[in-house]
């Protein structure tokens, strides 16, 4: 899953992106009106961190463009304004959640999570494909039944691969979700996550198979079905 962090204060959006990354999540930031709005055009987010003292504008600027433009995405909002006029004003304008500093990380990532555990959004439920199962809130897999441990990248590659079981996943589309604006991507980097997750479901029993599609992406298909 891939979140934009917006905050000027680069120790502060730093502290953030190391806390959601150590979570699982991708991680792009940005530090103005501008940038956000532009970066929000342009990716693929699942939610937005949103401090609301930007150096050129108020953040809600940014939640009242994205919305305006069509965004569904939760928006978390980060402020030092605690006053319940200010709280009201943002989730008026649209913003899912409200979060005052300052904050503890762990709460932080509860409430991202929590964000993302509603109806039709990214988490909240158990994906199974085969005998594989993927707990999309514990980031935890099961094939058969038991544990399989996965670093990151190759976690978030079979959670995409299981969400669209039976359909074929542009390389493109992992390259989006797993690796953020500033990550630097080599050409053969999916290639070689993949290869290495198809060595461990097959090594774990799993019924479901990796197909490459040359050109294309990636199948995930189960033939036991």
């Not at 094939?143 to 190759?154: I, M």
Request: proline share 4%.
């Amino acid at each position: 899953m891939r979140l934009l962090v917006v905050e000027d204060e680069m120790r502060i959006a730093e502290l953030i992106r190391t806390g959601l990354m150590r979570a699982g999540f991708t991680v792009d930031c940005a530090g103005t009106v501008a940038d956000a709005t532009a970066t929000l055009e342009v990716g693929s987010y699942d939610a937005a961190i949103l401090d609301l003292g930007l150096p050129d504008g108020d953040g809600l600027d940014v939640l009242a463009k994205a919305r305006q433009a069509g965004s569904v995405i939760p928006f978390l909002l980060l402020t030092a304004r605690d006053a319940i006029d200010d709280r009201v004003l943002g989730l008026n304008a649209g913003a899912d959640d409200y979060l005052v500093k300052p904050f503890a990380m762990d709460e932080l990532i509860a409430r991202t999570k929590a964000l993302l555990r509603r109806p039709g959004l990214a988490l909240g439920i158990t994906l199974v494909s085969g005998n594989i199962q993927f707990d999309t809130v514990g980031r935890e897999v099961r094939v058969g039944g038991k544990p399989l441990a996965l670093p990151r990248q190759e976690l978030n590659v079979l959670e995409h691969l299981v969400r669209r079981a039976g359909r074929v996943v542009p390389k493109s589309v992992l390259e989006d979700k797993l690796y953020g604006i500033d990550d630097e991507l080599e050409s053969n980097a999916i290639p070689v996550h993949v290869s290495h997750l198809r060595r461990k479901l097959v090594a774990a029993g799993a019924t479901p198979e990796i197909h490459t599609v040359r050109g294309v992406g990636y199948l995930l298909e189960d033939k036991s079905a």
